[in-house]
């Protein structure tokens, strides 16, 4: 028997009502299985346990987790009880940063099944990888003067070692799809950062001239993910412009409650952390009706990555068939609620699987 030992936080919001779903998901494929068990440890990490306790995790929370196979995350932050640079940092971006989580693999691709609000898509399937550790989501600023005088600067920091690493990967990506490479510049307006990473860029390129690429700045990028995505493959963007690129990504999938995400560590050291690219949708949360697909798309992507690919495969089939059937929550024009979805695509599992 197989077992992977998975640290669950399901944080705040609709993070607390999707988690579950998603267990229930991969209980199912551990029963498809018969061989693999899932040991799951819940933390109630949150802004809630922030009010208990004046942090988002215990002093040693990091350790707790440090052990295991993986992180699976629902969403944090609940600006009504905390704010949301203060939980963030306190969990999510801690987290990430100091399991050097340094990769966020988004995909953006289209499902059978899924409307886009693009009005004539082509076939798109979009992979973004966004640096995840450095770039604009630096601590290093500071504010000077008061009133009208007041000057606040937020540096943005972008090394050679964290450059070339996100590039690597996303090379190493594009080359195994046998597609290209797109890498998300602005050097035409930001003096210092975005040139380098231009640089680093094409130096790496010379020494994988079987992949293509191209350059665009991102604000160009952008209008190309709606007007043409069917020409986009692999994208490799710094934090902040692969942030809003994912949101993005989701929107031309259909829905952000679908889009899953994989905090990538590297060196072995630490877990890597799945959670969704959507947040905690306090504007919706405790009705039920919070769309389950993202959370268990990204057990799917879990599951890819703890060498489980066939698994993985069989949930995104059942998420497929379960949107053809139009079994689909009100985000993407449906009348289900998450149970309801999250049952009809474990049914699409045992279905497939013969059980
Ligand atoms: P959000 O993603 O939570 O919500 C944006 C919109 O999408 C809302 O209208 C919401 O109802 C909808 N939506 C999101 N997920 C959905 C789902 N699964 N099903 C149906 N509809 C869904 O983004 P926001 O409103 O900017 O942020 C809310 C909170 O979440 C903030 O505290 C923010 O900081 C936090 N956040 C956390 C994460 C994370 O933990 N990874 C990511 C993004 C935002
Ligand atoms: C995401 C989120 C986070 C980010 C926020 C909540 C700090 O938007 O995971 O996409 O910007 O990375
Ligand atoms: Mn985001």
Known sequence: MK???LAVIPGDGIGKEVVPEALRVLDAIAEIHGGLAFNYTHYPWSSE??????????????ELIKESDAI????????SLVPDHISLAGLLLKIRREFEQVINVRPAKQLRGMVSPLSNPKNFDILIIRENSEGEYSSIGGRVHSGMDEVVVQNAVFTKRGVSRVMEYGFE?????GGHLTSATKSNGIAHSMPFWDEVFQEMAAGYPDVKTNSEHIDALSAFFVTRPETLDVVVASNLFGDILSDLGAAIMGSIGIAPAGNINLNGKFPSMFEPVHGSAPDIYGRGIANP?????????????LGEPELGEIILNAIETTLEAGIKTGDIGGKSNTVEVTDAIIAAMKKQAGK
């Open 72 to 79: 699976f995350l629902g969403a944090v932050g609940d600006p």
């Open 3 to 5: 077992t992977l030992d």
């Open 49 to 62: 346990y922030y009010i208990e306790h004046g942090r988002m995790m215990p002093e040693n929370g990091l």
């Open 173 to 177: 990506i594009a080359r195994k799809r």
């Open 293 to 305: 697909i993202g959370q268990i798309w990204t057990a799917k992507m879990m599951l890819d990555h």
